[in-house]
């Protein structure tokens, strides 16, 4: 009862205020109508725009465009009323502008109050043009004041012919030797027995969802000059300075089957995908020591770079393979997964500054191992390279415990950001650690001095660029032995001579 008379109370003194509430709103509201705007065709009154040119990454013909704003400010103590606002092509350019919520090549009577602004939101689709290169379009969104002053917005795209794959099944020796973008949708196969040749120069670009699946055999030839790209199929931003190429999971990624050996990738730069290249031996699952060392390898790597993946970048289940010059970097999951097998690493740089997730795993992990099956690990060895990352330890070595499965590895003149005992000193002949085992001496974890992104030339979160050259004062320079180095690393990754006596760590050789 108390609070229901408190409440009346309350109303009563509320009831003249919120009228004279609704009065002032009310008169708000008629005061700022339509009705009452003046509008000016005065020559002395501009109009400005957010950008005088749009400009749209390149455009695979017959795909739309994302979206691109246009903001239209009046600055004036009064409204401009535009006789029109029209693309100059009339529509035959493939730009289309959004203006007031409608589409159209032509818009009239447009009006802006003072000191207010308008937005245009435009796209494009480019017609095919039968074109091994990309061609310009362009057009004029055209702005006519009463005044007679007609004001201009350059719009331009390139155009770019590509060739589309959908679920496409490779079933005999085939090559692709295409001089345009190949965008794949729902995955392209390789069947068994049928060996699939990328050449130099190739670009593969896989929608979303879309990866590569190997039963047969691929063989990837790319050139320096000429790498073989395999990314997403996106060209636009997120963000002015954030193409959807530098983020990871625009596709799927490359899987090897059981059935497939002999892969073969030079020169390729893989990136953006869910995971790298998986490899799994799951039919080959036995136990102990009943591996078969002159097993066909599963594949070789030279001279490349798998690069910003959801998961790992390298997954290898009991498989044979060998790594030269090459650069695997950022994965949230693992940079590079070794379970069982034979895997070789020459002068290779293992990088994890991963940005999008602080939970991300390790540069190299390594077991014998897995789902409680053995999977005996004959050897991982690393020589003349990098592994690093923020974390304070960036190699873990996993062995199944009170078992006499095998359990080798190996690391030669390579810079290792981890911490090693005493006992296990053996396998690293002549590495260098960062942080030092000495510097950990009364020092907190997070006071430990840590291998990170000042050995190399470029790591920046804010931008997600990186560069995985040596940086001047680098620790891994000079750090490799020359007479490990294999003929085929006798130029680094972008074809820089080594020397022959102390050249430097990782798949980079520095130079001025």
């Known amino acids: 009862m108390t609070r ?4 009346n109370f309350n109303n009563k003194l509320l009831a003249p205020i919120m009228g004279t509430v609704i009065m002032l709103c009310a008169w708000t509201i008629v005061s700022c109508s339509d009705d009452d705007e003046s509008f000016t065709d005065s020559p002395s009154r501009h109009i400005y725009f957010s950008e005088d040119t749009i400009s749209f990454d390149t455009i ?21 009323r535009l006789s029109s606002v029209r693309l100059a092509s009339n529509g035959s350019s493939g730009f289309r502008v959004n203006l007031d919520g409608q589409y159209n090549t032509q818009f009239t009577d447009v009006e802006i109050f ?23 379009i362009t057009d004029s969104l055209l702005f006519l004041l009463p005044n007679g002053v007609t004001r201009r917005v350059l719009l331009q795209a390139y155009g770019q012919d590509i060739i589309t794959m ?25 069947d068994s027995g049928a060996t699939l040749t990328i050449s130099e120069g190739s670009t593969l670009c896989f929608h979303k969802g879309a990866g590569l699946k190997v039963h047969g055999t691929l063989i990837c030839s790319g050139t320096l000059e000429h790498p073989v790209i395999m990314r997403g199929d996106r060209t636009d931003r997120l963000f002015p300075y954030l193409p959807y190429d530098r983020l990871d999971g625009q596709w799927e990624g490359i899987q090897l089957y059981p059935e497939s050996h002999n892969n073969l990738f030079n020169y390729c730069d893989i990136h953006s995908g869910n995971y790298g290249i998986i490899a799994i031996n799951e039919k080959d ?53 070794v379970v069982g097998g034979t895997t070789r690493f020459y002068h290779c740089t293992i990088a994890q500054f991963y940005p999008w997730n602080a939970e991300h795993g390790a540069a190299l992990y390594f077991t014998n191992t897995t789902d409680d099956v053995v999977y005996p690990l004959h050897l991982i060895e690393f020589t003349n390279s990098i592994i690093t990352g923020y974390a304070s330890d960036e190699l873990y070595g996993n062995k199944l415990a009170d078992s006499d499965a095998t359990f080798n590895y190996r690391f030669v003149n390579s810079l290792i950001n981890t911490v090693i005992t005493d006992e296990e000193a053996v396998s690293f002949p002549n590495c260098l650690f960062e942080p030092k085992p ?75």
């Not at 229901?4 to 409440?7: A, H, I, K, T």
């Not at 003072?114 to 310009?136: A, G, K, N, Q, R």
């Not at 591996?291 to 289940?317: G, R, W």
Request: charged share 30%.
């Open 4 to 7: 229901l008379n408190e409440m």
């Open 60 to 80: 695979f013909t017959n795909i739309g465009s994302a979206t691109k704003e246009l903001k239209i400010y009046n600055p004036n103590n009064k409204g401009v």
């Open 114 to 136: 003072h000191e207010d602004s308008i937005f245009c939101f435009i796209e494009v689709t480019v017609d095919p043009h039968d074109s091994d290169s990309p061609i310009l």
């Open 166 to 190: 959908r679920d496409v099944t490779i079933k005999s020796d085939t090559t692709l030797s295409p001089t345009r973008p190949i965008v794949i949708y729902d995955s392209l196969v390789v």
């Open 285 to 337: 699952k036995k136990k102990l020591d009943d591996y078969d060392e002159d097993e066909q390898p599963k594949y070789t790597m030279t001279n490349c770079i798998v690069h910003n993946v959801v998961s790992d970048a390298i997954f290898l289940q009991r498989t044979k393979a060998d790594f030269y010059n090459s650069q695997i970097s950022n994965a949230g999951g693992n940079c590079v997964t």
């Open 438 to 512: 000495k510097d950990f001496e009364d020092k907190k974890e997070e006071e430990r001095p840590v291998n990170r992104a000042t050995q190399f030339r470029l790591v920046d979160t804010d931008i997600y660029q990186y560069d995985f050259r040596l940086d001047t004062l680098s620790t891994a320079r000079q750090l490799g032995d020359g007479t490990l180095t294999p003929d085929i690393c006798r130029y680094d990754l972008r074809g820089i001579l080594r020397p022959t006596s102390k050249p430097d760590a990782g798949c980079y050789q520095f130079e001025e």
